[in-house]
């Protein structure tokens, strides 16, 4: 309870009454996207400030510190000893102070903050629609999207430098983290039009092994569950080339420089009838969900756990989605996957 007005006010021991006086929450903001972005320009540039303007911030703040906070190594910076401790406090500082505006924002019957989201290339096709509807429900709501592969998106969790996750697959040699399924990720067998097995039915897997394939690059979800797939039947597809984006894959596809395995949502646009076909393979599609993920005990923001919510809610009608793009899908969204993969292993 707060004192009453007939009672004396002690401060906490522990009130940090020297960096109160010397350092500032704007210097603390610079140092924090100084040791996040790795350099002094990207964090002016982030901040809309000229570089020697942090550069003076960030000498006042070292100075109040009393410790370099930064060593040079050519033109790269890395946080010292000192740094490091200085930034996981900015970090929890700066948490802390989201959270007290969120709910300062609640108490005034608004949703107002900032939602920071990192999301496998593969959910770029969907993630900017969901965060669309989000933010027209929540219109004072800022949102930050980063784009990247699978092993960064892990780097990114464990250094919590986001607020949520969009994963294929959660990580399943960490058991720090919660993962929560919201939406079908269907991977399918993709050819160019004009393909001669283009409109067969239950083509066999052997058949797909002959033919050029396209891999995704090292560290994609995608190409992992491609060759386990194809470990499952004992073999290796032959792999033509590796391209390190569903982007440049497609226009390979329709080039006639081979066949490879995309989610779905990479049709988003274009649809199943466009250029790209989906091939009816034995043991296809691989049936994956999309995984909204964060660290385990990780205390979330109140416009994180409005945005989990929304998404969870959004299930039905992404998977409305999927079928209405490839009818074809109903036929394994009931659970028909197993009949497949055997039907598959007895062709091969």
């Known amino acids: 309870m707060p004192p009453s007005r007939d009672q004396s006010y002690t401060p906490p021991a522990a009130m940090p009454d020297y960096l109160i006086r010397h350092a500032t929450l704007r210097q603390l903001q610079l140092f924090e996207a100084i040791v996040r972005l790795g350099s002094f320009t990207r964090a002016a540039e982030e901040l809309f400030l000229t570089q020697p303007t942090v550069s003076m911030q960030i000498k006042k703040l070292a100075d109040s510190m009393g410790l370099p906070l930064f060593e040079h190594v050519g033109r790269n910076v890395s946080p010292t000893e000192a740094g490091m401790e200085l930034y996981e406090s900015c970090r929890r500082i700066f948490e802390t102070l989201a959270n007290l505006e969120m709910k300062l924002a609640d108490l005034k019957g608004i949703k107002r903050g900032r939602l920071r989201l990192g999301v496998i290339t593969t959910a770029k096709y969907f993630a900017p629609e969901i965060l669309g509807e989000f933010c027209q429900q929540y219109p004072g709501i800022e949102v930050?999207?980063?784009?990247?592969n699978r092993?960064?998106?892990?780097?990114?969790?464990?250094?919590?430098?986001?607020?949520?996750?969009?994963?294929?697959?959660?990580?399943?040699?960490?058991?720090d983290i919660e993962a929560f399924p919201f939406a079908p990720n269907p991977l399918v067998v993709m050819a160019p039009r004009n393909h001669p097995l283009v409109g067969k039915k239950k083509i066999a897997l052997s058949q797909i092994m002959e033919e050029p394939f396209i891999l995704r690059e090292p560290g994609s979800g995608i190409r992992d569950?491609?060759?386990?797939?194809?470990d499952e039947f004992g073999g290796r597809p032959h792999v033509r080339m590796e391209l390190g984006s569903n982007e440049?894959?497609?226009?390979?596809?329709?080039?006639?420089?081979g066949l490879s395995v995309l989610s779905l949502h990479t049709l988003a646009l274009e649809g199943p009838d466009g250029p790209v076909a989906i091939l009816d393979?034995?043991?296809f599609p691989i049936m994956r969900q999309w995984y909204l993920v964060h660290p385990k005990g990780k205390e979330l923001s109140l416009v994180a756990k409005a945005f989990l919510t929304f998404a969870l809610e959004l299930e039905p009608r992404m998977r409305e989605r999927m079928e209405a793009m490839w009818p074809d899908l109903s036929r394994f969204m009931s659970g028909s996957m197993p009949s497949r993969r055997k039907a598959a292993r007895k062709n091969r």
């Open 225 to 230: 569950a491609t060759l386990r797939m194809f």
């Open 248 to 257: 440049a894959i497609k226009h390979a596809i329709v080039g006639g420089l």
């Open 281 to 283: 393979v034995e043991g």
């Open 144 to 148: 930050a999207l980063k784009v990247s």
């Open 151 to 175: 092993d960064r998106i892990i780097e990114r969790i464990n250094a919590n430098e986001d607020d949520l996750y969009i994963m294929g697959q959660a990580p399943s040699d960490q058991s």
